[in-house]
Every structure is written in C-alpha cells, then in structure tokens.
DNA sequence: CAGCGCATCGGGTGAACCCCTGATTTCGAC
DNA sequence: GTCGAAATCAGGGGTTCACCCGATGCGCTG
C-alpha cells in the first residue's frame, strides 16, 4: 500500500483525508505546520507527501524546499483550494508532481496519490490548461507578475507597507495622500519604491499579490 | 444529540467534520452546492448549519438568506478558511450565529457548536476583535466602495463577465482587446459598465473586490 | 561632521484609465 | 415589423499611474 505523509493545518481537513483515504493508502504522519512537516517527513520517508499549499510559516513551498533537496525520491502532490495560476507554477517549479485543488472527491484523490507514488504526474482537468501555457513560453497571456518573494517584503520601510497596505485596498494615490496626511507625490515615491522592491509592474499585481497574501 | 447539516463544497472536509464530529453532534445530512443545501436543511431540519463562506454560486451567503427566511429558528455556524473583515461581516449581518475559521480543531469545532444550538454566539478569538470594531461605527476610512453585492454581479452580460475576468487578471484594456479580438474602445464601454454596476470607481478596487471573490 | 537611510515634496512625460455622447448591427421578443 | 437589449466602435476630454529627474530635512552611525 502506499505511504501517504499529510500537510495541512486544517485538522478537519486532515482528519477527512485519513478517513475517506484509510482503505487505499497508508498515513504514516501528518503535520500542520512547515517546520513539523519537515521533521516529520525526514522520519518517516513516505512515497507521496499530500502537501497544502496555503499555510502559515512558508506554506508548501517551505516545505518542498527543504525536503527536496534532502530526499529526492520524495514525490510531492500538492492540494490547494486555490486554482491560481502562480500557486500552481510556483509548486511545480519547486518539484511538485503534481496539483489538485480541494474540491477533488476521495476517489479521484486516492487515485491521484497512487499515480504520483507510481511516478506519474496528475492535474486537475481544470488546471492542465494554462500550466501547459505557463511552460510554453512566451506567455500569450501577458504580465505573467515575476512573483515577489515574501523575503522581498521585509525589505519595505514602515511608510512603505502602509502605502502598500491601502494600495492593496483599492485606494486612489489621491485617498491615501489624505489618509496619511501627505503629498499625492510622497505616495507615488513609496509606491514606486514598493513596486520596485517587490518587482512587480503595476498596482494590479501589487493587489494580487497583496491578496494572495492576505494583507488587508 | 445536536442534529448539524453540514454544507462545504469540499468533499474531503465533510468527510473530516463527520469523522471527528460523529461522537459529540448528530450529523444529519450535508451538501456541495448552495441550491443542495437549502433543499436539503428544508427537509432535514437540523439546529446547526455548519456553513462554507466561499462555495461557487453565491456561498454560504446564499443559503443562509434562501433558509433564513423559511426556517428562522435555524442556527447557522459559519466555518471558513478567510478571516476577512468582510466575510465576517457579511455572514454575521446575514444572521450566522457565529463564524470560526477552518484552522479549529475538533473539540473546539463540536464545543461551537453545541454552543450555538444552545444559543450562544461563537467567534474565533483571533475574530472577536475586529468584529466589534466593525459594529463600533462607521469605518472612518475614506471612499470604502459601497461594497458591491454578489446580486449587482448578477446584472453583467456575459461579455461584460468575460471582461471583468480579464480585468480582474490585470491585463491592460490593449491586452483584453488583442485577446478578445475586439476594439479598446469596445473593452472601455464594457469596462465602464461593469465598474458602474458593481458600483465601483476604479480597475484598482475591481482587482480587489474579484480578488476577494476568488474570480481568477 | 560626513555619510546614509528614510520620509517628504516638486516638475514633467507618456501611457493607461474613466466617462460622456453618439452611432451601427444583430438578435430575439412582443 | 417594431422595440429593446447586447455588442460593437469612434471622438474627445479629464484623471490617474508609473517613472524619470531633482531637492530638502531628519536622525543615526562611524
């Protein structure tokens, strides 16, 4: 049977995906945070690591980092609720086998696991699509959004992430300017500098990103 | 026993909750989609609803204005990965009893919710805070966009809907005009429409208000 | 004190965005 | 056959964004 590692820091969800997936595969662990994981995983050498891929302290892409590089023949199929194009590019550039997002049944999920421990790699039908664009090259999609990096972030001064903050809110630079008491050309100088740190081109990507992260 | 209808669009988390739960509450019966929901907690009558914030074709808002009316002596619990202001907000003011994020563990899930079949109103810590802060007054900041409802979204035509799409994915109204093989002028009236009915006044809250929809 | 990071402003440019009026075509409904 | 909704496009004007250049103060550090 194979062995199946769980990472999420759902406790329902994990405690879901044991039960409905008890029969097929064997869970030999489980962990809710990153660093657990890690350790975790380095114990008991699982075939397939389910792996969430929203989580606090790095998500899934700390863990996949760190364990990749450590035991390759680890294969990792991660599990999201999130279809974004980044999450999904981000997970497979680091060695994810493979994505499926949450709203998979048991089935299709222990089917999953079982073609990733056999070394195939599995995609949502949804998500094949656009990760075939993604890899094409030339995206025919523009902008594409160079993903800034959270380690990109703590290098913003205090002025600088409340600007970041109420431009993630939508806000005109003329509102902010007069929520913070300041020039309209003060807030274009930090949201030019916020731009530039985090590399990305337009305030459009600076609210997704913003987003993605749940900075409100 | 506390009778629960369980509504999630994840197949797997119910499976969590009914594994966990199955001791302490009574689960009675569980949907995928809103329309499931509401005809299923008609027919089954439980005490608590255990209710997802985000599922396709209007979440949990949906059944709980669709239910509400009919069964008003129905308590609703909401259980969502966001701790968003908003949806908070916007699931409190439609009547849930109580609103705790995913990251809770079983016992302190079963304890919520025999809490609010008894009556109590039940909020993730980490939530409390900001949920009397939001009923405190009036949010002092500036423009705050009359929020647009999911009921405006209802009002855009399909081509105005395959716009907000790309909008919401930040492309440029040069880039939406090349990718539907329409003119700019054409992408600027249907842009101007969609802001208009949602009643928004800029691409840079679209991006937020698609962003916390999901629309991707 | 000289240097440096940070925050504060300004001027200017080109592109993108937002809105307004007005027009045509198509298509289904009354 | 007419009416209206939807989609298409154009012209024009004002606003906002993103970036370029520069400048001034303030506090900290070597």
Known sequence: MTTVYLVDDHAMFRAGVRAELGGRVEVVGEAATPADAVAGI??????????DVHMPDG??????????????????????????????????????????????????LADAVERVAGGDVVFSPLLAGFVLDAFRDAPAAPSVAAAATDADFDQLTPREREVLRLLARGYAYKEIAA??????????????NVLRKLRLSSRHQLTRWAADRRIT
Chains 1, 2 share one sequence.
């Open 59 to 108: 998500g899934g892409l700390a863990v996949l980092r760190q364990v990749g590089e450590r035991l390759p023949a680890t294969r990792f199929l991660a599990l999201s609720v999130s279809d974004a194009a980044e999450d999904v590019i981000a997970l497979i550039r680091a060695g994810a086998r493979g994505y499926v997002t949450k709203t998979i049944s048991a089935d299709d």
């Open 42 to 51: 380095v114990a008991s050498r699982p075939q397939v690591v389910l792996l």
């Open 179 to 192: 929520e913070l008491f300041i020039s309209v050309k003060t807030v274009e100088t930090h949201a030019s």
